[in-house]
């Protein structure tokens, strides 16, 4: 009998699927830890370091298709999102755990989706085997061997997969080394507060007078946005999806003296990430905690499609701009957040010497 799965997926990924066994819930003799996944910045409890063995760690996403405001002009967006959010939400385990994800994908929404872990070990980082339609949910299972922070994607397949990821399908895992973070010289690092920073690229189509247009759903949305994809152009670059999404009320929070993990992906663009007026003490350029972090660097590089994590003791209050460094994309396209830090001002590190004055006349002797 010719399915609906039959007629939005191919016969070739069927089989595929079907070929494969489902993992038995009992088959490892595990301990398991079920998490509940909170929207970026913000992220799930967990242990920098743990003493304890591996585990099964359980998470489920639910995919959302829905049109969102991107900027303060009432743009409107047809988003594709995990669990809601641009980015979806970062998950964190320890090397050697097990990620069991369920993911799960509505009958009210219009398309198949999927998950590619770039974390994961296996073809596709589990694409194929999570490629759902509306009305599915799967359960995948894979194992942390790699530390770090790495990008997660909906990947479908053809031009699709870009679609998908800058509609907003895109997220982050962080695998921590079981004995914690450190300088890579065997001295411990820890953080007290840590924040995850998705940067997104959009592209929005313009009608015949330059205004933005809006669509009912992401399928009538698509001949027009491929159109300004393909001109490697994106009418926004925003921080957790929106213009103004992590400044003013919605600033990051710390105070002197904090050490604040900053995790930073870009599923699809290179960036340049600068926190103004700070530096990143530790950083992890390319997201590996096994390689040794660079230190006091000004601004650094994400490649498109990874993520990186950097770590930097606030020394001064005030507003710190965290932009990325095409100023350009900062300041008119909108990826720039705030860190609103509070604790007492130390005149060493800086001051005014003279407030601005008129410049005094010349001296005649």
Request: glycine content about 10%; proline content about 6%; charged content about 20%.
């Amino acid at each position: 009998m010719f399915t609906r799965r039959a007629a939005l997926i191919s016969a070739a990924a069927t089989a595929l699927m079907l070929a494969i066994p489902a993992f038995a819930a009992g088959d490892l003799k595990l301990p398991r830890q079920k998490v509940e996944l909170v929207a970026p910045p913000f992220v799930h409890a967990h242990e920098q370091a743990t003493t304890q063995g591996p585990k099964i760690v359980e998470f489920r996403m639910t995919i959302e298709e829905k049109k969102v405001a991107i900027d303060d002009k009432g743009t409107t967006f047809q988003a594709m999102t995990f669990n809601g959010s641009m980015p979806g939400p970062l998950m964190v385990v320890h090397e050697g755990d097990y990620v069991e994800l369920t993911l799960v994908n509505p009958a009210t929404n219009t398309m198949p989706h999927n998950i590619d872990f770039h974390s994961a070990t296996g073809a596709l980082g589990g694409g194929e085997l999570t490629l759902i339609n509306p009305g599915e949910q799967v359960v995948l299972r894979w194992k942390a061997t790699k530390t770090g922070v790495f990008v997660y994607h909906c990947a479908p397949g053809g031009p699709m997969t870009p679609w998908h990821v800058v509609s907003g399908m895109n997220g982050a895992v962080m695998v921590l080394p079981r004995e914690g973070l450190n300088d890579g010289k065997g001295r411990a690092l820890k953080y007290d507060k840590v924040y995850y920073i998705g940067e997104q690229d959009m592209y929005v189509p313009r009608d015949e007078k330059g205004n933005f247009k809006s669509y009912e759903s992401p399928g009538e949305a698509f001949t027009e946005t491929e159109e300004v994809m393909k001109k490697l152009t994106p009418t926004h670059v925003v921080f957790n999806g929106k213009v103004g999404a992590l400044t003013g009320k919605n600033a990051l929070t710390a105070k002197v003296g904090e050490n604040v993990l900053i995790v930073h992906s870009q599923a699809n663009r290179d960036s340049r990430p600068h926190l103004i007026g700070g530096h990143g003490d530790y950083v992890w350029e390319a997201g590996k905690f096994g390689n040794a972090p660079e230190v006091g660097l000004e601004t650094w590089f994400i490649r498109g499609g990874s993520a990186g994590a950097a770590l930097y003791k606030f020394q001064q209050p005030g507003i710190y701009a965290y932009v990325t460094h095409n100023l350009i994309e900062a300041a008119s396209l909108g990826a720039t957040a705030h860190f609103k830090v509070e604790g007492k001002w130390n005149d060493d590190l800086m001051m005014q010497v003279k407030a601005p004055a008129e410049i005094p006349p010349a001296s005649t002797n």
